[in-house]
Each structure stands twice: as C-alpha cells, then as structure tokens.
C-alpha cells in the first residue's frame, strides 16, 4: 500500500497518537469513496436496444391511389435496455420509434415521453402491435420495384429507427439515442397454424458525440 501502509503502521499501532490513526482511515476512505464515485459517475455506458421478436402478417403495396401506400400488420418487441450501474437515463426528448421500407418512413410512435426516466441497470420492453390498410410511403419508382422484387420472395426488408435524446445521472450534456435495426421479416401465410421464426436482432447505435 506504499504511503499509506507506512501511515498505518507508524499511527495506527501507536495508541498515544489515534488521532493520526483516525487520519489514515479518513484518507483510505476517502480513496475508496473517489474510487466509487469515478466507476458509478466517470464513464458512460450507452444504452443497448434491440428486437427480440416480430411477425409480419400483411405488406402490400397499393399504386392505384393518387399517393403511394403501404398496407401493413406489423407485431414486435422492442428491448431496451441501461447498462450503468449507478447512472440513470432520462428522456430530454420523447424517445420514438418509426418503420421504414427503401430508407422512407411508413409509420412512427412514440414509446417514451419526455422526462421518462430509465433506472440503472434496467430494462425496459416495449410491444408494438400496429397496421394501417393505407399508410403513405414516398417510395418513388425505385422504392416500387424493390417492394416488388421482395415481394416475389415472401420476405421483406424492414428497418425500425429509433431515435431519441437522453441525459445521464451527475451529467449536464445532453446525447442523442438512435439506433437501427434492420429485419428480415417473412410474411406469415394466412391462417398458418406455426409462427414463423424470426431470429434476435441487436440494433446498432450511432456513433456518440464527443461528450457523450
């Protein structure tokens, strides 16, 4: 312990000098407490996010209107989860999620408010059970003929963007939270009588800012 061994040999063995004893043990306290408050406070784990489960029982592709629109049935799960032990997560702004389809937005919701605070070391699961028999989807031609292509294979590419802005415990800088999770999801045949399997994606987060 270098030093601080030397002081507690010399003082706390020495019972006419306690008060240099009680002296050691403020210092060694005080080196465990920094210690503490520099594993809780000094760095930040970001959130993790990902989806644990997701069915899709209808996408289609309606032309036939004045505007382009997804017709769609769309279940998951939304995981979320705060891997600091001491620090909580609170919402700077509301913390949403959106659907997507060739980088265009058919769909968003919210999934937390603003001031909503995520607890240390929890986890937060969100279940989203959404559709729409006309959703308006800026796909343009080249978006069409990719809706197509998939189409032709029972399995379309769906990305779930989630955006939002939180703000750690003992921290006064605010970070951006966005994560994508890209799914491969295969339409379910009507009436089938077994799920069809979907497989575990973790979502990938955006690079933090400097002071995050």
């Known amino acids: 312990m270098g030093k601080l061994g030397d002081c507690w040999d010399e003082c706390c063995y020495r019972w006419d000098e306690w008060k240099y004893c009680l002296a050691c043990l403020g210092i060694l306290a005080g080196a465990v407490l920094l210690a503490v408050l520099l594993a809780a406070f000094g760095f930040v784990r970001h959130a993790s996010v990902s989806v644990d489960e997701a069915s899709l029982a209808r996408f289609e592709l309606n032309t036939s209107s004045p505007v382009t629109s997804l017709a769609y049935n769309l279940s998951l799960t939304l995981v979320v989860r705060n891997p600091n032990w001491a620090m909580a997560l609170k919402n700077t702004k509301p913390l949403e999620a959106a659907y997507m389809f060739d980088d265009q937005v058919f769909d968003r919701f919210e999934l937390a408010g603003k001031g909503d605070r995520h607890p240390p070391g929890k986890t937060r699961v969100y279940h989203l059970a ?83």
């Open 130 to 212: 959404a559709g729409s028999a006309a959703r308006f989807a800026a796909l343009g031609n080249a978006g069409e003929a990719e809706f197509r292509k998939e189409n032709a294979t029972g399995t379309f590419e769906v990305e779930v963007a989630v955006t939002g802005e939180v703000r750690y415990t003992a921290r006064y800088t605010k970070c951006k939270l966005e994560a994508s999770c890209p799914l491969k999801l295969q339409l379910a045949p009507p009436g089938a009588a077994a799920a069809v399997v979907f497989q575990r994606v973790k979502c990938e987060l955006a690079k933090p800012e400097k002071n995050c």
